[in-house]
């Protein structure tokens, strides 16, 4: 779920475990622009102006609608809003399907608007079959913000991204430019061939690639393990007997860059060739501190629920509308300013090295 640098790294988050859930951190939660095909925004949607100095409003109520229930990632991600409604006083609820298919949210929300909710907070399971409910909260004064999966932007008042497509592939290849020392050859282990985020991270990386500051490196493959252990395993065995120069091998998707870093750590490569990308640090820690791996990156999931139990009593509150260039104020993660369409980035990845490591249980 695939980062305009505009805020500074975020802080610490609560666990998460199973490595199947990295996939949805990885493998597609991030939204580019959602294809607007439905409904217009309700007529009140942002008709006032917006008032910075407004306080924020007390005793909220804010619902939380996450993709489905008892997913370890979805959990730290709820468990950040639950902690920033309790810090603006007001009341955290919870609701959800145990399925993630495209129409299990709707009955939800209908009851969330009968509830009379101040804030809906939702991940979409698909950015079109929420949108008629969701304009129906708005029309009755609900404020509405997406966070890690969006709806479509007519349906909504504020979507909060983890990051951009452009930070997180230039975060990719810095990565690898500092530990191939600035020069040498690089290859990137990939999801599966049609996987959107992913190309799209690759194709950032390209064009990074190809400007003069990284003109000594050379991506010499992409490899594709279709997020599966054992192919990207072998993937990663292929990568390193074909190009015995390897110098890094970046992984953007967690379960590749677990087996690579597998396959590394017990063989004469290790010490020899670095693996980097984007993993969760519970599942890299062993490699960190055996020193296969000496960084690797990763958005922060509570302070993506943090974040939006803050943009949302934001807009109830007055102090945004959700217009571009608004700015207000998220508790400990200081102030954002809204982007275009309604997008506020949480900021770029944390990077985790043996240094820090220690700090992160998810």
């Known amino acids: 779920m695939t980062f305009r640098l505009s805020?500074?790294?975020?802080?610490?988050?609560?666990?998460?475990?199973?490595?199947?859930?990295?996939?949805?951190?990885?493998?597609g939660t991030t939204k580019e622009d959602t294809a607007n095909q439905n409904t217009a925004a309700p007529t009140n949607s942002g008709s006032a102006a917006a008032d910075p100095n407004a306080p924020l409003k007390e005793g909220l109520k804010i619902a939380y609608l996450p993709k489905q229930l008892n997913n370890p990632y979805t959990d730290v991600e709820v468990g950040g809003g639950k902690v920033a409604v309790g810090e603006i006083k007001g009341e955290y609820k919870l609701v959800g399907?145990?399925?993630?298919?495209?129409s299990s949210q709707v009955?939800?929300?209908?009851?969330?608007?009968?509830?009379?909710?101040?804030v809906i907070v939702v991940a979409a399971n698909d950015p079109n079959a929420v949108c008629p409910s969701l304009n129906q909260a708005r029309k009755a004064d609900i404020k509405v913000v997406t966070f890690d999966s969006d709806a479509a932007k007519t349906c909504r008042d504020a979507f909060i991204n983890q990051a951009t497509t452009q930070g997180i592939g230039e975060s990719l290849v810095k990565m690898a430019s500092d530990l191939a020392g600035g020069s040498g050859e690089i290859a990137v282990l990939s999801a599966t061939p049609n996987a959107t985020n992913q190309n799209s991270w690759i194709e950032v990386m390209k064009t990074e690639l190809a400007k003069p500051e990284n003109a000594k490196l050379k991506l010499v493959k992409i490899a594709y393990g279709n997020d599966d252990d054992q192919k990207s395993f072998t993937e990663a065995q292929g990568l390193l007997q074909s190009f015995p120069n390897l110098k890094v091998i970046v992984s953007p998707t967690t379960v590749g860059i677990a087996a690579a870093s597998r396959y590394v750590s017990a063989s004469s490569y290790k010490g020899k060739v670095a693996i980097t990308g984007l993993g969760l640090p519970n599942q890299m820690r062993k490699y960190v501190k055996d020193g296969t791996v000496k960084k690797f990156a990763l958005w922060n999931p509570a302070d993506i629920g943090y974040l939006a139990a803050y943009a949302g009593a934001a807009l109830k509150s007055g102090q945004i509308t959700g217009a571009?260039?608004?700015?207000?104020?998220?508790?400990k993660l200081g102030e954002y300013t809204v982007g275009a369409d309604g997008e506020i980035v949480l900021g770029p990845p944390t990077e985790f090295t043996a240094t820090n490591i220690d700090q992160f249980d998810f």
Not at 97 to 102: F, G, K, Q, T, Y
Not at 107 to 118: C, K
Not at 324 to 331: I, L, N, P, V
């Open 324 to 331: 571009q260039g608004e700015k207000f104020k998220a508790g």
């Open 107 to 118: 009955s939800y929300i209908n009851t969330l608007i009968q509830q009379q909710q101040d």
């Open 7 to 27: 805020r500074r790294l975020a802080v610490p988050l609560s666990a998460v475990a199973a490595l199947s859930l990295a996939l949805t951190a990885c493998g």
């Open 97 to 102: 399907p145990n399925d993630a298919s495209a």
